[in-house]
């Protein structure tokens, strides 16, 4: 048995010492990165061969890379690595890995063409100036050789560890079965879809409510198919924390039913989740888990990979056991593990990590998408950013040292963009390219301050650089797919300010090709109607299949009412409010028991409620306020115990409105007052026309879809298992319209009044 690796991630492993240290960074956009290497290689002229391929091999191990460029004439291999910033303030760390990799690469072509020796050149490229340092030095092949030796030497223990396990994985999980005694009503067809699609190649988009173990029947078919599909890895991604709860729950489930699997599994999580000391720069002088990290990162990552589920306790638990920092080690155990637990943006962000690895190291991955009606407005953010002009304004009011030039610059620039402009909000498709440059400007000037004084770039200065860096990058890929807007107001005295902003509008050409990277991408949701919307924004591919799960539950466990002779459109609110209140009280009476009535808007939710309370002040009522923290959300469910009475008041789409389990009498009923489009905005109206000029249909795919999709989605708190007996009332006439009731699931049985 051998094992591959690639040479940039042996050289990553075996040759990274020291401490870890960001501050050379941002490093340029993978485009740029692209770009400039196309620069660098077109200046060398003919003869000059570009992305080198060449393999070796040492013992079981077998490495294999692309060298940038080797020049014949001059027996020159070539490294190049774009950067911006200050060259000489580069770690000496981060040259070392350079070098490492040139020298593995310089013994793969002396072998591979019987050189006796090589000149190895280190090129890097400034992406602003476009001009070249070239560091140059000799080697033999033996020197070479050596070198490879050690490097391969360092590695081939751990690899040899990893074939072990693998080879115990393997062994384990052609024997794996369930683990449960059987299927539930729906799972089985669930998960026999999901292999089949990771076996043919294709990707799928499974609607299946909630209740029939979705976690579970798409994770099982996927640890089943890793032998067969030669999978590297399992990515389970999901919209909030408790699906990554869930997902850790489900790997834990099949290792307690399969003792002896050597199954390995991480959860990743957010930065600033996971810091250890919040606020602190991350390098050596300013953090101690930073320090000499790469020094004591091979003990931290030996601990950690006997470990079979790193959640995000065990994790910080070994890595403050070796002094290393938390989230750096997750990163670098996402090389070694079997199934990976985190966020869309880990494998959808413009730079996210596992997306990176994948494409870097030619894993081959299936990816589960939980919750994937999020992955729309979840991935629409991921690409949109904007930039506040009151930022800019607080930094010249007192500006950090040598600042006050280059901010002034910038804004009267940025006061350019918005100076003719007589209306409140404008969307243009068109880039401001003079204020591009100037802001291509400022962050080149902090940029420079950073590498000559790192610690002084900080707070509001750090953040706008940060996002006008995000704003540069996304200017790159900007097209008919975004839509670029200015919303200006006044500012202090008759100075006007402005917001400017990048906003996606289809995310389906930048996260598509994520999609089509994947052996197969499993979209999983109870609401994934109509499924040409998900397909269209998401960029699936055309053979994307479709399966719309038997549900297990029957039409007689949940009345649906469609109220149709109550409007809850904005000019008739006041008119719907003692409708309304009617309704919830006769309910109540009928059936004393625990409900959600959800609503369009905090005042809308709190007009009712007061009436409700003047009316029958008997009836226990607890309300969803604006930005409840997690403390203050848990203790709003914690009020729906079981066989209590009342009624929870919350807004449709908010914390309450999808993820809460409230399974048996914990909650008998939900009342939704509004079809829950969203808000008539002069950015939603933008958003529509955009959508009508590429699909056709601007108010379905701007309003009525989203819309309805929340409202499916509360109704679903009510119903959670197959005991479970409740009431639904859906209180808007344009719930019977038949363009509406075509969204609803089909084990719904809606009576009309």
């Given at each position: 048995m ?22 050379f ?56 690595k ?9 770690p ?13 690469y ?30 140059e ?7 070479l050789?050596q ?37 539930r ?75 002896e ?71 670098e ?97 068109q880039?401001?390219?003079?204020f591009l440059k ?23 200065l750090?953040?706008?650089f940060?996002?006008?860096s995000?704003?540069?990058?996304l200017?790159e890929?900007?097209?008919?797919h ?10 202090p ?5 402005s ?5 996606n ?51 007689e466990?949940l009345?649906?009412?469609?109220i ?8 008739h ?16 009476r ?93 950015v ?21 879809y ?44 809606p009576?009309?009044?």
């Amino acid at each position: 048995m051998s094992y591959k690796v690639a040479v940039r991630a042996l050289c990553e492993f075996t040759a990274k010492v020291g401490d870890l240290d960001l501050r050379f960074t941002p490093s340029p956009s993978a485009q740029e990165g692209i770009t400039g290497h196309r620069t660098v290689v077109t200046r060398r002229g003919r003869g000059y061969e570009s992305e080198v391929a060449l393999a070796g091999q040492f013992e079981q191990l077998q490495v294999r890379g692309r060298a940038d460029g080797y020049n014949p004439a001059l027996n020159r291999l070539e490294e190049i690595k774009t950067y911006r910033g200050d060259l000489a303030s580069q770690p000496d760390n981060h040259r070392q890995l350079h070098w490492a990799q040139a020298r593995v690469y310089g013994w793969l072509l002396c072998q591979q063409r019987e050189l006796a020796e090589v000149n190895l050149a280190l090129v890097y490229l400034d992406v602003d100036s476009d001009r070249e340092t070239l560091v140059e030095a000799r080697h033999t092949a033996a020197e070479l050789e050596q070198f490879f030796i050690a490097q391969c030497t360092l590695f081939l223990r751990w690899a040899q560890q990893q074939m072990q396990r693998q080879a115990l994985r393997n062994s384990g999980l052609q024997a794996l079965a369930f683990p449960h005694a059987s299927f539930r009503i729906g799972q089985r067809e669930l998960a026999e879809t999901v292999y089949k699609a990771v076996s043919t190649g294709r990707c799928l988009m499974a609607q299946a409510t909630t209740g029939i173990g979705k976690t579970l029947g798409t994770l099982f078919p996927l640890l089943k198919a890793m032998v067969p599909q030669q999978l590297d890895k399992v990515l389970f991604l999901t919209a909030k924390t408790p699906g990554r709860a869930l997902a850790l729950e489900a790997v834990q489930r099949v290792m307690h039913a399969s003792p002896e699997l050597a199954l390995r599994s991480l959860e990743l999580v957010a930065r600033e989740k996971a810091c250890e000391f919040p606020g602190t720069a991350c390098h050596g002088e300013a953090c101690p888990l930073a320090k000499g990290f790469y020094d004591r990162l091979p003990a931290a990552r030996q601990a950690a990979a006997q470990q079979p589920v790193l959640d995000q306790a065990r994790l910080r638990e070994v890595a403050l056991a070796h002094q290393v920092c938390p989230y750096y080690l997750g990163q670098e155990m996402a090389r070694w593990v079997d199934v990976l637990v985190g966020d869309y943006n880990y494998y959808f962000d413009q730079s996210a990590l596992l997306f990176g690895l994948a494409q870097l190291d030619q894993w081959r991955v299936a990816v589960l998408v939980d919750e994937a009606h999020n992955l729309v407005e979840r991935a629409r953010q991921m690409y949109s950013v904007s930039l506040d002009q009151w930022q800019l304004k607080a930094l010249r009011r007192d500006p950090p040292a040598g600042m006050a030039n280059a901010l002034q610059r910038l804004d009267r620039a940025w006061n350019a963009v918005h100076k003719d402009q007589d209306v409140p909000y404008r969307a243009t498709g068109q880039l401001p390219e003079a204020f591009l440059k100037a802001l291509q400007r400022f962050v080149s000037h902090v940029q420079d301050s950073m590498n000559q004084q790192p610690a002084g770039v900080e707070g509001p200065l750090l953040q706008l650089f940060f996002q006008a860096s995000q704003f540069l990058r996304l200017c790159e890929v900007f097209d008919e797919h975004f839509v670029f807007d200015i919303s200006k107001r006044d500012g202090p005295g008759r100075r006007s300010l402005s917001t400017l902003c990048l906003r996606n509008v289809v995310p389906a050409p930048l996260i598509g090709p994520r999609m089509a990277a994947a052996r197969s991408v499993t979209l999983f949701s109870a609401t994934l109607s109509p499924r040409h919307y998900y397909a269209d924004l998401l960029g699936l591919p055309a053979d994307t299949a479709w399966l719309d799960v038997t549900s297990p539950f029957a039409a007689e466990q949940l009345q649906v009412r469609v109220i149709s002779s109550v409007s809850t459109r904005f000019q008739h609110r006041q008119a719907s409010l003692a409708p309304i209140v009617e309704l919830i009280a006769e309910q109540y009476r009928l059936q004393p028991g625990n409900y959600l009535a959800f609503f369009s808007s905090f005042d809308y939710q709190q007009q009712v409620a007061r009436l409700l309370a003047e009316r029958y002040p008997h009836i226990v009522q607890w309300s969803q306020s604006p930005g409840m923290d997690e403390a203050q959300r848990k203790g709003f469910l914690e009020r729906f115990v079981e066989d209590g009475q009342g009624v929870g008041f919350a807004v449709l789409g908010g914390a309450f409105g999808e993820g809460v389990d409230l399974p048996g009498t914990r909650l008998i009923g939900a009342f939704v007052a509004t079809l829950g489009l969203p808000q008539v905005n002069p950015v939603n109206e933008q958003l529509k026309l955009r959508m009508g000029a590429l699909f056709d249909a601007g108010f379905d795919y701007t309003y009525l879809y989203p819309g309805v999709q929340k409202v499916i989605q509360a109704a679903g708190r009510v119903i959670r298992g197959t005991e479970d007996r409740g009431v639904v009332m859906l209180i808007d006439d344009r719930f019977a319209e038949p363009r509406v009731q075509r969204m609803f699931p089909g084990w719904w049985a809606p009576q009309y009044k």
